[in-house]
């Protein structure tokens, strides 16, 4: 909200290294998660993983996507995110 209503290239920048932070984070956590991945109960989908690992690749991806998002709208290729 802050970025929308106070939108000025510097704060873009600043989300977009802040969302690059955490992004990398999610990416290094989800890679390097030591606790249970997969599970043996109920087998209704291809993949058997525990819904908390679920949760950590489910943030890794949504975040990656809205990095992707914030660099299009800083270089002026797309303004999906902050169109006003």
Do not use: C, E
């Not at 209503?5 to 290094?28: A, E």
């Amino acid at each position: 909200m802050f970025q929308y209503t106070y939108g000025q290239p510097i704060i873009y920048w600043g989300g977009m290294i802040i969302q690059g932070i955490l992004s990398l984070f999610l990416i290094i956590v989800s890679f390097t998660y030591r606790g249970k991945k997969y599970n043996r109960g109920w087998r209704f989908t291809i993949y058997h993983t525990t819904l908390r690992y679920d949760f950590i690749i489910f943030s890794a991806i949504t975040n990656s996507i809205i990095l992707m998002l914030y660099v299009l709208n800083v270089f002026g290729i797309n303004s999906v995110i902050f169109s006003k």
